[in-house]
């Protein structure tokens, strides 16, 4: 388990963990859409972990109408790419009626404590669940999922409701991931 710290701004591909910028896809990714309102997402972070490279997004047209919290909504998005997969910077849609990049790249520092800077998340250990436990089903195997990483509202511009949290799942053996967030 390690924490994430903020690291202040970085470039919008930069290789380590960080909110906003660009996502770092595989040839021949299709940006995501909302299952519910059919806008693009919203890219909201780039997890390296130690089983894959996470990618989160989440809806973010007329925020609180689509069920983005929900892990299985179809309103966020949630990646695990093999490791050793080449990965480059995904080209955003370009839409005039929702965002699909935060308005700013945040890198997330691992470290073993804290220090003077914010906590912004972790990755691995137990997640601190505010509501009751939602552990995700594997949309592959049904079985439940690991907690890979937990993020924080911040003021970078993701919108986890007040005070919320974000929740990482991944299922190794299918190479799957899965979001939801709690206020
Ligand atoms: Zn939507
Ligand atoms: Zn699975």
């Known amino acids: ?11 919008a591909d930069a290789p380590g963990p960080r909110t906003g910028g660009l996502p770092l896809v595989p040839a ?9 309102c059919d806008s693009p ?6 997890l390296p972990l130690d089983h894959g490279t996470a990618a989160v997004f ?9 069920d983005t919290w929900l892990a299985d909504g179809g309103a966020n998005h ?16 370009d839409d005039p009626n929702v965002p699909t990049l935060l308005p700013t790249t945040t890198a997330l520092h691992p470290a073993d ?8 998340g972790r990755v691995g250990g137990a997640p601190d669940w505010i509501q009751d436990p939602e552990i995700p089903a594997c949309p592959g195997c049904a079985a439940p999922m690991e ?10 511009g993701i919108n986890f ?12 053996p299918c190479v799957r991931a899965a979001f939801l967030w709690q206020c």
């Open 1 to 11: 388990m390690h924490l994430l710290l903020q690291g202040g701004p970085t470039a």
């Open 28 to 36: 021949g990714f299709a940006w995501p859409h909302c299952r519910e």
């Open 41 to 46: 997402l919203l890219f909201i972070a780039h």
């Open 58 to 66: 989440l809806c973010d047209f007329d925020p609180g109408m689509c």
């Open 78 to 93: 949630a990646y695990l790419f093999p490791p050793g997969t080449p990965l480059a910077p995904a080209a955003a849609p």
């Open 113 to 120: 404590r804290p220090d003077d800077r914010p906590e912004v």
């Open 147 to 156: 907690f890979a990483a937990q993020l924080e509202n911040d003021d970078t």
């Open 161 to 172: 409701g007040d005070d919320g949290l974000g929740y990482l799942f991944t299922c190794r």
